[in-house]
C-alpha cells in the first residue's frame, strides 16, 4: 500500500508520485491522504487541488529528497509562497528547511564563493540578435568577431569581439569619407598650402585622417593577430584616438563668436591656469600625507600615502566618492581642513577666468552695438540729407529770371 502510484491534479496539471514519500510527513496534506478526503475524486481517481502548480513542484521535491531542504526559485513571491505554504500546513518544517537551503544556496550567506564564470561564451550569447519578423536567431557574423587566442580575459575578448551594428559602420563610413573628400577638396583649391596647414582646424582634420586610416588597417586582423602583445596595445590605441573625432566641433568656432571668445579667454589664462595646478598640487601632496599620518591608529583605512593624495584630490573637488574615508577624530580635522582648502584654492583662478571672459564679452558687445549704432547713423544721413545742386531747380530759377529756356 505505501508504494501505491497517486495522482494528484493541481490546478490542472498532473502530478504523481508514491505514497512512501508523502507518508513521511504524516501531519502534513499530503501525509494523510485517505480516500474520504473531499479533494478525492472517484471518477478519475485523483486528487484535485485547486493551486498554485508552479509553486507546487517546490512543494513536492520537499517531500522527495531526504535531506529536509527546500529550494524556493528566487523570482517567486514571497506572499503567494507564504499562502501556499500555510495551506500544505508544514510551516515549522519549511521554516526549518529555508534556513538550511539558505545557507547552502544563496550566495549571500556563501563565505568561500566560487571563483567567476568565463563571461565571454555569455555575453556572446547575449550579442545573438533575434529576427523581429521571422522570429529566427540571426547570424553572430555581423555582430562578433571570433577570437582565436584564449588566453585573453573575458572583458578583453568583449572588447574585441563586439562590434557595432551594420547600419552604425555604414553611417560611420559615410561621415568619415565626406570629412576626407572635404579635406583634400580644401587643400586642392587653396591657392596657400603652407597657411591653409597651418591652420589649427586643418591640422586637427590631418590627424584624425592618419588615425582613421590606422583604425581601419588595424581592425580587419584583430580576430588572428590579438594573441600578440604589440598588436594589442596597437589596436586598443587605434580605438582609444578614434574618440578625437569629437575635436571636429572646434569648427564651430567659425560660426559661433562666443565660441572663440571662450578659446582666446582660455589662451589668455595660461598663467592662471599653471598656477592653479601647481597649487592645487603642492596642496594635494600635503593634504594626502596629513590624512595618512592622521589615521595611522586605524588599520583599515589609507594603507599608504599614495591613497591619500587620491583622497585629498577627490575630496578638495568636493567629489567625493566615499571609498576611503578618515575614521578618527583626528582624520575627521583633516579632512574639514582639506575640503575648505580645496574650495578656497579652486575658486580665486576660476573667478579671475570668469572675469576675463566677462571683459571680453562685454567689449565684443559693445563693439557689435556701436557698429550698429554707425551703420543705422550712415543710413539715416543718406536718407534726410537732400544734394547741393538740384539742376531742375536752378533751371526754374533761371527761366523765371531771364526769360530764357534751358535746353535740359
Not at 594573441?227 to 566641433?249: C, E, F, G, P, Q
Not at 575630496?315 to 575640503?339: E, L, R
Not at 523765371?400 to 535746353?407: D, E, N, P, Q, V
Amino acid at each position: 500500500m505505501e508504494d501505491k502510484l497517486i495522482t494528484l491534479d493541481i490546478g490542472g496539471t498532473i502530478f504523481k508520485t508514491y505514497r512512501s514519500k508523502l507518508i513521511k510527513y504524516p501531519n502534513s496534506k499530503l501525509g494523510s491522504l485517505t480516500t474520504a478526503s473531499e479533494h478525492y475524486l472517484p471518477s478519475s481517481k485523483e486528487y484535485f487541488f485547486d493551486r498554485n502548480p508552479e509553486l507546487f513542484n517546490v512543494v513536492l521535491d520537499y517531500y522527495r529528497y531526504d535531506r529536509q531542504q527546500l529550494h524556493i526559485p528566487n523570482y517567486t513571491c514571497g506572499a503567494v509562497l507564504l499562502q501556499e505554504f500555510d495551506f500544505w500546513v508544514f510551516m515549522i518544517m519549511v521554516v526549518l528547511s529555508v534556513l538550511m537551503s539558505c545557507m547552502v544556496t544563496d550566495t549571500k550567506f556563501r563565505v568561500e564563493r566560487p571563483p567567476p564564470p568565463d563571461h565571454s561564451t555569455n555575453n556572446r550569447n547575449q550579442l545573438t540578435r533575434t529576427n523581429s519578423t521571422t522570429g529566427n536567431n540571426t547570424s553572430n557574423a555581423s555582430v562578433v568577431r571570433h577570437v582565436k587566442d584564449d588566453g585573453l580575459t573575458w572583458k578583453m575578448k568583449l572588447f574585441i569581439e563586439t562590434k557595432p551594428l551594420d547600419y552604425i559602420s555604414y553611417f560611420d563610413y559615410v561621415t568619415t569619407g565626406f570629412f576626407i573628400l572635404e579635406l583634400l577638396l580644401h587643400f586642392l583649391v587653396c591657392p596657400q598650402k603652407k597657411r591653409f596647414l597651418n591652420d589649427n582646424n586643418n591640422k586637427i582634420d590631418v590627424l584624425l585622417f592618419l588615425i582613421t586610416l590606422l583604425f581601419w588597417c588595424v581592425t580587419p586582423l584583430a580576430a588572428d593577430y590579438m594573441k600578440y602583445t604589440h598588436y594589442r596595445s596597437l589596436y586598443i590605441i587605434a580605438n582609444v584616438t578614434m574618440m578625437l573625432k569629437i575635436l571636429r566641433m572646434f569648427r564651430l568656432t567659425k560660426l559661433y563668436t562666443e565660441l572663440r571668445i571662450l578659446l582666446i579667454t582660455l589662451q589668455k589664462s595660461i598663467k592662471e591656469l599653471i598656477l592653479l595646478s601647481v597649487t592645487f598640487a603642492i596642496f594635494a601632496v600635503l593634504f594626502g600625507n596629513l590624512i595618512y599620518y592622521s589615521e595611522l591608529s586605524e588599520s583599515g583605512t589609507f594603507p599608504d600615502s599614495f591613497i591619500g593624495i587620491w583622497w585629498s584630490i577627490i575630496t578638495m573637488t568636493t567629489v567625493g566618492y566615499g571609498d576611503y574615508v578618515p575614521k578618527s577624530s583626528t582624520g575627521y580635522f583633516a579632512g574639514v581642513i582639506t575640503a575648505t582648502s580645496g574650495v578656497l584654492i579652486i575658486t580665486m583662478p576660476i573667478a579671475i577666468i570668469a572675469g576675463k571672459f566677462d571683459g571680453y564679452y562685454t567689449a565684443y558687445n559693445t563693439n557689435k552695438t556701436k557698429t550698429k549704432m554707425r551703420k543705422l547713423q550712415k543710413q539715416e544721413h543718406k536718407n534726410s540729407v537732400a544734394p547741393l545742386y538740384n539742376t531742375t531747380i536752378i533751371n526754374k530759377h533761371l527761366v523765371g529770371k531771364t526769360g530764357i529756356i534751358s535746353k535740359e
